[in-house]
């Protein structure tokens, strides 16, 4: 039996099994998986926050098979989701997944050192004073030398790039006054003074970017 749910990002969802699917991490998974397998380090252990539906977590544990993959999501039927994804792919390189708010204050202490973080599609939906909290905690969880790879949309000087983006910025603040895109020059300046240092910015399709850092060895 395969229902559709609704999810934040504005897409669907089949659950057949406990397999939830999002059509927008079927879109951008191997784009982003292309490039973490050219950044990422050889070996080491892999944070993925907000990991939703898992499609994204098995994509990437096979793109970089040297890297141990932890997925995190508070919600638990998501996490229901990742392990079945997980199940489904087989692979031996990802632990399962774990309870994490990374808005909340803290969680670095219990969940670094890790040598790459990926976080794919979460700025624009939380308030500002949630993300400067989140991007703080990545600073303190990146190990020395450690990547952190940062996917979404964001407002450059300000504004949407185009009237897509413009229209789903203002959806998003008509919900909730306190999200909504973030500029990318604010972005990058709050994990700088986070003590990490922007190391590259890729430009990915319908506008997107992949912001890359790393925490000085």
Request: hydrophobic share 45%.
């Amino acid at each position: 039996m395969i229902r559709r749910l609704d999810l934040p990002d504005g897409g669907g969802a089949e659950l057949g099994d406990a397999r939830l699917s999002a059509p927008s991490a079927l879109r951008n998974r191997d784009l982003i998986a292309a490039e973490l397998s050219r950044l990422a380090p050889a070996r080491g252990r892999a944070l993925e926050i907000a990991s939703g539906t898992g499609e994204h977590v098995v994509v990437f544990a096979a793109a970089c098979p040297g890297l141990t993959w932890q997925p995190t999501e508070p919600d638990p039927l998501r996490r229901a989701s990742i392990t079945a994804w997980t199940a489904a792919a087989d692979l031996p390189n990802i632990l399962p997944p774990v309870p994490l708010d990374a808005a909340q204050p803290g969680w670095a202490a219990t969940h670094g050192p890790a040598d790459l973080i990926v976080l794919v599609n979460l700025l624009h939906l939380i308030s500002g004073p949630e993300v400067e909290t989140l991007l703080h905690e990545v600073a303190a969880s990146l190990a020395p030398g450690g990547i952190f790879t940062l996917y979404g949309p964001f407002l450059r000087d300000g504004a949407a790039t185009s009237e897509g983006d413009a229209a789903f910025h203002a959806s998003l603040k008509a919900q909730d006054p306190a999200i909504g895109y973030k500029d990318v020059i604010d972005t990058c300046a709050t994990l700088v003074r986070a003590g990490v240092r922007h190391v590259e910015t890729v430009a990915m399709p319908a506008n997107n970017l992949l912001l890359v850092f790393e925490r000085p060895a």
